[in-house]
C-alpha cells in the first residue's frame, strides 16, 4: 500500500497518514487481532513469542554488531524461571512473567560483564560458552525436571477476573482469547522499546559506536557502557519471550536453553532482516510457520532449513523485509 | 582425589589422551581452514561425519549401490581413499559457496557453514538409521587388548591415537616447512601482494579448504569402529572442537594439538570425579581462558 | 528511520486480510481420528517413527476402515523429541483437526507433556514409545494408557534373571537425565531387594560417545554386572566399548529394542539378556505379524510398533463396542475388555493406565543360531503380567483408591 505510486493529491496524504508512527501501531495490532483467524491460535501465540525473541536478539547483532550465540540461554532460564514462580512459588501470571524476565536480566548481567569487550567471533564463542554452563545448570537443578521438562505450568489469571487458561468465541473462532491479548500486548509492547531505545540518544549513540567505534569512543561515548545496557535489555526480552512461549504451551523443556535455538533465532533474524525494526518477527512468524506446516516432513525439514540458512547467506543476506526495502527504495529512485 | 588410586588416574589420562587425539584431528582442521581462509567452519563435524559414513558406505553398501560384486573398501582402502573424498567435497564447498561470501565478515562464513552442517546432517539422517549404524571393518590385525601394565588397553584405539598424532605432525610439517606451507601462509597475510608474485591464490584456498576437510574425513573414518556409525556425531563433537580451538588460538595450529590432547585428559579426569560435568567443563574453561587472554593459549593478540 | 521501518506494517495487515479470504473453513471431520505422534528423524526414529505409523494404518486397515459407520483417518507428526512441539502439535489436533486419540508417544518427556493435555482436554493417549513409570504414577490420567512395557517392568525382568545366576553385585552407567535415573531406580530397588548390591553408579551426560573412562570404572569395581540404563545410541555405543575393551563382565541392557541389537550386530550382542513385550520369534502369531509388517516397512516391527497396533486395534474395537466416540466410554470400555491378540493374552488396563500383559526375558542368539538377518532373539521365559509390573498397591497414581 505504502508503495503505491505518489502522484495524485490523495495519496501522499493517505501514505503520510500511514506513516504516523501510531497509525503503524495501531495497524500492527490489527494485524495481530487478526492472527488467530488465519492460523491456529496457539500457533500464533508461539509465533509472537519467537517475534519478540528474535527481536531481542536483533538490537544485539543488528544495532550493536554483536553477535551472540547463547541467547537461548536467556530463553530458557525466561521460561523456567516463569514456571518456578508460577508452579512451585504459585505467583500470578504478571508475576511470575516478571520473574522470567527479571532472572534472564540478571543473567544478561552476569554474561555482559564477561563477555561485551570481546568481538565478532570471540563474542559468539564466549557467549555459546556461558550458555553452555546455563544449559548444564539447567540439566542438573533439581527444580527443572530434567529432559522431561517442567510440565504443567497452570496459566492462572490475571488481576483475578481475566481467565488465561478459558476459551471464547469470537466472530466464530474460539481460542483463549484473554491468553493471547496478553501475549500480543506484551509482544508488541516488546517491540514499542525496542524501538524507542533505538530513537532515544543511546540507540543513536549505539549505531555511532556499531558504524565506527573507535570514533565513537574519541567522542566520549562510553562505548562498552552502552553494548553492555543494551545487552542486558536484549537479554530481558529474550527473557520474558521465553517466560510468554511457557504460559501459552504450560511447560518449559531443556530445548528452549540449548544451543540449537541459539542458531535457531540467529536464522530467524537473518531471514526477515538483521538491522530492521520487523524484520525479525517476519523471519520469526516464516521459520515457525515453516516448521508447522512442515511437521510431516520429518528429517527433511532439516534440510530445508539448512538450505535457506545457505541461500539467505549467499544471496539475500539483508534478509526479507530488508531486501523489499532495497528493492523498494531502488525502484522509487 | 585421595581415594583414587593411581592406576585409575593413569587409565583415565590414557583414555584422555585418546578422546585428546580426536579432539586435536579434529581442532587441527578447524584451526588451518580458520587460520588461512578466515572462515569459523561449522561444517566441521558433518564433515568428519561424511568420514565415518564414507567408511561404512565403502563397506557396506558400495556393492550394492554400484551392482559391481565384490565392490568394498576395506578399513585400509577407507583409510586412504575417503579423507580424499571428503577433501574434493570440501574443495567443492569452497569453490561453489565460501569463495562468493570471501571477503563478507566472518560472521556470514560461520552462518553459512552451520545451514551446510544442517543439509548434510538432514541427509545423512533420511538416508541411514538416525539412531546409528555399526562398522564392522575393524582390521583383525588390531583386534583385541593390549596389556600396559595399569590397564588393559585396545589395540584399535593406540592405533587411533598413531594416526591422529602422525598426521598433527604431517601438518605441522607441511606448513611451517615446505614451500607450499610458506606460499599459503603467505596467501593468507597478504594476498594481493602474494598474487602479484605470481602464485595463485585461489587455488591456495582451495588446498587449504581440502586440507582441512581431509583432516575432518580422516578422523570420521578412525572413529567409525569405535562409535556407532550416526548422522548426528558431528553435531555432537563440533562445539567441543570449537571450544578447544577458541581455547588454545583461533588458527594457531600447535595450540589446537596440545588443547585437544590436554582438554582430552583433562575430561577423562572429571569423568571419574564428577560425570555428569564432563560435556561442560570445556565450556567453563573456554570462558575463564577468554577471561583471561582472550586470543587463546596459543594465539596472537589482534 | 523509523517511520521507514514501519511501512511494512500496511502491508502486513493486507497481506493478512488476503490469507483470511483464501483460508477454508475449519470444520472437523465426523468419524474417528488417530493421531500418531512420534520422533521420525531422531534417536528413536528406528524404534518407533515411521514404523509407528505403518502399524497404525495397518490396524485401521485391518479393522476394515470405517467404524460406526465413519471412515477412520490418521495423521501423524514428527515431535522431534521435543515436547514443546509434541504438546503444541497434540493441542493443534485435539482443537482443530477432532483428533480422538493420540498413539506412539515415545520419549518421556513429550509422553508427558501430550498425556496431560489429553486429561485437560478429555482426549485418549495411549504410550507405547516411552518407559517412564511417573506416566502412570504421580502423572497418571484417566485418559491415558500405558501400553507395551515401562521402565519397571523390564528392570525387574532382567534384574530377577541375572539375580538368579548368581550375579548379584552390580555397577551402572546411568545416562544422566530423568529416564536415565527411572531407569536405575527401578532396577537398583529390584537388585536390592532380592538380595543382591549395588557397588557403585556413574552417570554420564545424555548423549555421550565415549563411554570408555565409565566403562573402566565400572569394571575396576568388581561387579559381576554391569548395568546399562541409557538407551538407543548410548546403549549401542557402550556395550560396542565394553566388548572393546575386552570387559569379562556381565552386560545388562535394561532398556533394549530389537533395533538396537540389528545395530550392534549378533556378533557384538550375542548371549546378551533383557526383557521385551515383544519380538516377532515368540511364536507363530507374533511372527504372522512380523512378516506381515515387514512386508510393508522392511523392517521387524519393534515392541512399539507392535503395541500401536495392539492398542489401536483395542482402541476400534472399544469405540464399536461402546457404540460412541465419547472419551469416558470408550476408556471404560477398553478397561472393561481383555485384549486377546498376537501381543497380549488377556492383557488388561488397570486403573493407573498400566496395560498389564505378559513380558518376555530373551536373549540374542549367536551368529551361528541366526538362521536370516531378522532372526536374532530367543525366548527364555516368559513372566506373567502380574509379576512383570509394579503392583497396584505401590504406585503413586491419585486416581487408585486405596
Known sequence: MAALPQHTAARPQLAATLAH?????????????????????VLAMEMLCFALFASAFNLLMGYAGLLSFGHAAFFGTGAYLFGYASKMLAFGPLASLACGTLAAAALGVV??????????????????????????????????????????????????????????????????WCLYLLVLVLCLAGHALIARLLASPTGLALRAVQ????????????????????????????????????????????????????????????????????????????????????AGLGGWVTVLIGAIFVICVLLFRRGMVGEWRAWRGAARV | MSDIPLQAVLSQVMLGLNN??????????????????????????????????????????????????????????????????????????????????????????????????????????????????????????????????????????????????????????????????????????????????GINVPRLRSLTYFLGAALAGLAGVVAAPIYSVGPHMGAELIIVVFAVVVIGGMGSILGAVMTGLALGVLEGLVKVVYPPMANTVVFVIMALVLLWRPAGLFGREA | ???????????????????????????????????????????????????S??????????????????????????????????????????????VDMVNDLVTSSVAIAVQKLGAEKHRITIVNGAGSTALTNKECSAYGVQYAYDTYSIAKGTATALLKQGLDSWFFLQADYAFGAALQGDAARIVTSLGGKVLGTVKHPFPSSDFSSYLVQAQSSGAKVIGLANAGGDFTNAVKQAREFGIKQTIAGLLVFDSDIKALGLQTAQGMKFTTGYTWELNPETEAFGKRFFARFHAMPTMVHAGVYSSTMHYLEAVKAANTDNPEAVMKKMRDTPVNDFFAKGGRIREDGRFVHDMYLVEVKTPAESK???????????????QAYQPLAEGQCPLVRK
Open chain 3, 372 to 386: 536370516s538377518t531378522w532372526d536374532q532373539l530367543k525366548l527364555l521365559a516368559t513372566i506373567p503380567g502380574d
Open chain 3, 53 to 98: 505409523v505403518v502399524a497404525a494404518q495397518m490396524a485401521i486397515d485391518d479393522f476394515g476402515g470405517k467404524v460406526l459407520g465413519k471412515p477412520i483417518t490418521l495423521v501423524s507428526a514428527d515431535h522431534q523429541n521435543k515436547p514443546d512441539i509434541g504438546v503444541a502439535k497434540a493441542r493443534e489436533w485435539f482443537d482443530t483437526q477432532g
Open chain 1, 111 to 176: 554474561f555482559g560483564s564477561i563477555a561485551i569487550r570481546r568481538q565478532g567471533i570471540y563474542f559468539a564463542m564466549v557467549t555459546l560458552a556461558l550458555a553452555q554452563i546455563v544449559y548444564f545448570a539447567l540439566v542438573q537443578a533439581p527444580f527443572t525436571g530434567g529432559e522431561d521438562g517442567m510440565q504443567g505450568i497452570p496459566r492462572g489469571m490475571v488481576f483475578g477476573m481475566f481467565d488465561l487458561q478459558g476459551e471464547q468465541t469470537v466472530l466464530g473462532q474460539t481460542a483463549p
Open chain 2, 20 to 197: 585428546g587425539a580426536f579432539y586435536a584431528l579434529l581442532s587441527l582442521g578447524l584451526a588451518v581452514i580458520y587460520g588461512m581462509l578466515e572462515v569459523v567452519n561449522f561444517a566441521h563435524g558433518a564433515l568428519y561425519m561424511m568420514g565415518a559414513f564414507g567408511a561404512l558406505i565403502g563397506l557396506e553398501y558400495l556393492e550394492a549401490w554400484t551392482g559391481i560384486p565384490g565392490l568394498r573398501l576395506t578399513f585400509w582402502w577407507a583409510l586412504l581413499l575417503v579423507p580424499l573424498v571428503v577433501g574434493a567435497f570440501g574443495v567443492l564447498v569452497e569453490a561453489l559457496l565460501l569463495r562468493r561470501i570471501a571477503r563478507l565478515e566472518p560472521i556470514y562464513g560461520l552462518l553459512l557453514t552451520f545451514g551446510l552442517a544442517l543439509i548434510l546432517e538432514g541427509v545423512f539422517a533420511n538416508g541411514f538409521s538416525a539412531a546409528g549404524e555399526p562398522y564392522n571393518g575393524k582390521p583383525e590385525a588390531l583386534e583385541g587388548v593390549v596389556n600396559l601394565g595399569f590397564m588393559f588397553f585396545p589395540r584399535y584405539r593406540l592405533f587411533s591415537m598413531l594416526v591422529a598424532v602422525l598426521s598433527c605432525v604431517a601438518v605441522w610439517w607441511v606448513i611451517e616447512r615446505t614451500r607450499l606451507g610458506a606460499q599459503l601462509r603467505a596467501g593468507t597475510e597478504n594476498p594481493a601482494v602474494t598474487s602479484a608474485f
Open chain 1, 211 to 294: 558504524d565506527h567505534e573507535a570514533r565513537a569512543r574519541s567522542l566520549g561515548l562510553q562505548a562498552d557502557r552502552i553494548k553492555f545496557w543494551v545487552f542486558v535489555t536484549s537479554a530481558a526480552l529474550a527473557g520474558l519471550a521465553g517466560a510468554m512461549k511457557a504460559l501459552v504451551l504450560g511447560l518449559a523443556s531443556l530445548t528452549d536453553a540449548a544451543w540449537n535455538m541459539s542458531g535457531e533465532v540467529v536464522l530467524m533474524t537473518l531471514i526477515g532482516g538483521v538491522g530492521t525494526l520487523l524484520g525479525p518477527a517476519v523471519g520469526a512468524f516464516f521459520l515457525r510457520y515453516l516448521h508447522h506446516a512442515l
Open chain 1, 21 to 41: 508512527p501510531a497509525v503503524q501501531w495501531f495497524l500492527l495490532l490489527l494485524a495481530g487481532l487478526g492472527l488467530p483467524f488465519l492460523v491456529y491460535p
Open chain 3, 1 to 51: 528511520m523509523k517511520h521507514l521501518n514501519f511501512r511494512i506494517a500496511p502491508v502486513a495487515l493486507a497481506v493478512l486480510i488476503a490469507c483470511a479470504a483464501a483460508t477454508p473453513a475449519q470444520a472437523g471431520p465426523n468419524g474417528i481420528r488417530i493421531g500418531v505422534l512420534t520422533d521420525m528423524s531422531g534417536t528413536y526414529a528406528a524404534l518407533a517413527g515411521n514404523g
